[in-house]
C-alpha cells in the first residue's frame, strides 16, 4: 500500500510564495508520473502541475511561469514551489501519484490528502 504524505500548505498574501511537498511511503517497486492538482469550493478538482520520472513537466495554463514542479526520486518525492500566488491560487492542493506494486503489475494510482492553501488579497 502506498501513501502521500503531503505537507506546506498555508496563509500568504497575494505575490507570495508557498512550496508544498509530498512523499510517498509503503512499498512499491516504482513510482511513475507525480503531480498536483487542486479543488476550490464549488469547482471540480482540476491539474496544476504533472511531471514524469524521467522530469518532464506539464503544466495548467494559469500557472505556467508562476509554479514549478520538481520531483526526488531517490526520496520519491515531489514539490511545487508556487510564487506570485494569487487569490484564486486559493484550493485545496492534493498530491497524485501512480505508481507500480511490482515489476509486472500494472500502473495504480494514489491521492494524497490534501493540503490547503489560501491567498489573501
Known amino acids: 500500500q502506498v501513501e502521500l504524505v503531503e505537507s506546506g500548505g498555508g496563509l500568504v498574501q497575494a505575490g507570495g510564495s508557498l512550496r508544498l511537498s509530498c512523499a510517498a511511503t509503503?512499498?512499491?517497486?516504482?513510482?511513475?508520473?507525480m503531480g498536483w492538482y487542486r479543488q476550490a469550493p464549488g469547482k471540480q478538482r482540476e491539474l496544476v502541475a504533472v511531471?514524469?520520472?524521467?522530469?518532464?513537466?506539464n503544466y495548467a495554463d494559469s500557472v505556467k511561469g508562476r509554479f514549478t514542479i520538481s520531483r526526488d526520486n531517490a526520496e520519491n518525492t515531489v514539490y511545487l514551489q508556487m510564487n506570485s500566488l494569487k487569490p484564486e491560487d486559493s484550493a485545496d492542493y492534493y498530491c497524485?501519484?501512480?505508481?507500480?506494486?511490482?515489476?509486472?503489475?500494472?500502473?495504480?494510482?494514489?491521492w494524497g490528502q490534501g493540503t490547503l492553501v489560501s491567498v489573501s488579497a
Open positions: 511531471i514524469s520520472s524521467a522530469g518532464s513537466a
Open positions: 497524485h501519484a501512480t505508481y507500480r506494486r511490482q515489476i509486472i503489475s500494472g500502473y495504480l494510482e494514489v
Open positions: 509503503g512499498i512499491f517497486f516504482s513510482i511513475n508520473t
